[in-house]
């Protein structure tokens, strides 16, 4: 290779790890105006948004806003999505809020620094799956089960937010502690707090779901204005409650507000951790990275595909790894791709990640210069501002469509609802991953073997009881529609040979048909040596026939192949010619 072609491909290299240096080339003026446009209305909306996932997460108001800034620089750099908004969201600050309550932190110091270890680790951890280029990893996560989690993860959300709309002190991590916690204290609901909580949950439901069609058929605004208008929303009843909360004085009765919110920029350095803190987060903080992952990969896949454009999973990971990283050396905690600010980005017209950093910009505008203007903000507000935006989440039609299409999925659902409603995230999200592997296994280890035979007038083979097929009496064919490998071997070695001992005495040849098996692992090939031997023994002959050729290169480094009785044919119609003409002569 000489000087230039290594140039080039170094410069390919670079800009495979920092996109930015790939699409800033060509930044236009047209794409800064689009940019900018949507940095404005993402800002806007973020504001309540950040404030509010940082009370879920247990944290001081001002922490959501550090952790909605560098982080969005941080991924305008390393991400591979033009349309991704990076920062809190709201199963993750749930996910961080179960995470740090058992450690038992004595002050609120502590409590942010664990959070900003809890990043770090989770900016590591996906920093070195994507790395080792590991983005298959989520795949091991069903999407039934993803469903499941996060619809009883926006109600355990929903729930824990009614201690502020009812002015209670309440706790809990799981369904019966909150309940249990909620409704011993309806005694002392502060009326005040509820008629706040109440105005802006039933606000808020309006805006979601009737404020863009009121302004389009009674004031006459055009579809899109309409529609981004009522996305910031949340903002009116933030700006509402908190000039009555200030004019009323309704601190003065009991009515909880942010307070005191710190003006200035984000803290900048490490957290500061211990090993026994590092052993007590590293488990969380792997859930929280594969939780948070999973749901950004599948939001900005979405959103790629919409423009004809594409993600790369791996540059992802270490997309999101910078960003939490950079959260957490920014006074931050935990961040991943957020569905709903992502569409408000791309309906908003963003371009190009350059949209995140502007977006961070104004972030950064208001941590300095607005934070005095949120003193009486209620907490009831902002309450209002999660539940309604995780009921969202809440899709319960899961359930029906699983139960309809597969009593194995509706299974795996229902379980992961019920434990994580019932025993809290954590649980839910590992039993989540446990159950889609242990399903995962159930099912290739049940694989569909069909036997086979010829459709008249063509070279097709189709199953017997499905089709009217040719067979010979002479000849089993078994389609394998299975990978084999070690969960499934031994029962493939059980069911060919029962099938053998059930079908007709004259019974020469079986063909095993392989155009669905792509992988053979030695347990497999143990078993396929031991069906050779004991057919041989019954006076039958074993042949294979569409071997994908990876599969025939690994049985080609073993014995298998020299010791089989029969051929490897091309096609199934060629071991049915071979063998039925040779019968016949």
Known sequence: MNTLDFGKAAGRAIRGVLPVLDWGRSYSKAQFTGDLTAAVIVTIMLIPQSLAYALLAGLPAEVGLYASILPLVAYGSFGTSRSLAVGPVAVVSLMTASALAPLGLDTTTEYVAAAGLLALLSGLFLLAMGVLRLGFIANFLSHPVIAGFITASGILIAISQLKHILGVDAHGHALPELIGSIGAKLGQINYPTLIIGVLALAFLFWVRNGMARFLRNRMGMDAGRAATLARVGPVFAVIGTTLVAWIANLPGQGVSVVGEVPTGLPPLGLPTFGLDLIQALAGPAVLISIIGYVESVSVAQTLASKRKQRIDPNQELIALGASNISSAVSGGYPVTGGFARSVVNFDAGAE?????????????????????????????????????????????????????????????????????????????????????????????????????????????????????????????????????????ARRMEDLILARVHRSREDIRHVVLMCSAVNEIDLSALESLEAINERLHDMGVTLHLSEVKGPVMDRLQTSHFIDGMTGQVFLSQYDAWTSLTSSKAA
């Open 352 to 488: 190009t990640p350059a949209a995140g950093a502007f977006t961070a910009v104004g972030l950064l505008f208001a941590a300095m210069f607005l934070t005095p203007l949120l003193y009486f903000l209620p907490k009831a507000t902002l309450a209002a501002t999660i539940i309604v935006a995780v009921l969202s989440l809440v899709d319960f039609s899961i359930l029906t469509r699983a139960w309809s299409y597969s009593k194995a999925d509706f299974s795996a659902v229902f379980a992961t609802i019920v434990l994580t409603l019932g025993f809290g995230v954590e649980v839910g999200v590992a039993s989540g991953v446990a159950i889609s592997l242990l399903l995962f296994l159930w099912k290739t280890s049940r694989p569909h073997v069909a036997e086979v035979g010829l459709v008249p007038g063509s070279q097709h083979f189709r199953n017997i009881y499905r089709h009217r097929v040719k067979t010979d009496p002479t000849i089993l064919t078994l389609r394998i529609d299975e990978n084999l490998y070690f969960a499934n």
